[in-house]
């Protein structure tokens, strides 16, 4: 098992600056991969960044430039840092991690909203 808690979230003016933090406790050394992804009102849940085993990561299109993920092993933290935010941006923001072995699973924190006002 494979507990996450984020913190972080709030309410910003659109080109300011929001750090999301996601603390995982638990069986931590078989998390293969971290990442977020986020929900908009009446939208589908999509991936916003992740970061595998090894430092390959992934960001999608819409916030390549303006997020970085990091991960720090040594306190069991990943990071989303979330520059030039866009009211588009405006979601709630899930810490994820990726469990493969010995088998498959997902595992989801609670979930942090952000606000992103014109």
């Known amino acids: 098992q494979v507990q996450l808690v984020e913190s972080g979230g709030g309410l910003v003016q659109a080109g300011g600056s929001l750090r999301l933090s996601c603390a995982a406790s638990g069986s931590i050394a078989r998390i293969n991969s971290m990442g977020w992804y986020r929900q908009a009102p009446g939208k589908q849940r999509e991936l916003v960044a992740d970061?595998?085993?090894?430092?390959?990561?992934n960001y999608a299109d819409s916030v390549k430039g303006r997020f970085t993920i990091s991960r720090d092993s040594a306190k069991n933290t990943a990071y989303l840092q979330m520059n030039s935010l866009k009211p588009d941006d405006t979601a709630v923001y899930y810490c994820?991690?990726?469990?493969?072995?010995?088998?498959?699973?997902?595992?989801w924190g609670q979930g942090t909203q952000v606000t992103v006002s014109s």
């Open positions: 970061i595998r085993s090894g430092g390959f990561i």
């Open positions: 994820t991690a990726l469990v493969t072995a010995p088998m498959v699973n997902r595992y």
